[in-house]
């Protein structure tokens, strides 16, 4: 099971971090990853990091913003968000191999 947290209303420019806590025993073997959905789109790739973390993965228009990073003794996975743009509105996912979801954590930036 995986459930998100820390999603929220901002403005342009500030800041959020996402959690994403995970049940698995198994979670330290995965890699794992952040997607989003925002209104009427589909849902796209934002982050990715491997199961030790020391390989982290970018979309393009995301990255030098946000950072995907994990604690593999706390089962957590972070995505710290800065200078949060209206277009990084959306609900962001938290992901695992095998095809687990969360239930998305909504963030909103207003301008």
């Known amino acids: 099971e995986l459930v998100e947290s820390g999603g929220g209303s901002v403005q342009a420019g500030e800041s959020l971090r996402l959690s994403c806590a995970a049940s698995?025993?198994?979670?330290?073997?995965?890699?794992m990853g952040w997607f989003r959905q925002a209104p009427g789109k589909g849902r796209e790739f934002v982050a990715a990091?491997?199961?030790?973390?020391?390989?982290?993965y970018y979309e393009a228009s995301v990255k030098g913003r946000f950072f995907i990073s994990r604690d593999n003794e706390k089962y957590m996975v972070y995505l710290q968000m800065n200078s949060l743009k209206p277009e990084d509105t959306a609900v962001y996912y938290c992901?695992?191999?095998?095809?687990?979801w969360g239930q998305g954590t909504q963030v909103t930036v207003s301008s």
């Open positions: 992901t695992a191999p095998g095809d687990y």
């Open positions: 698995d025993n198994d979670f330290t073997d995965y890699n």
């Open positions: 990091i491997n199961w030790n973390g020391a390989h982290d």
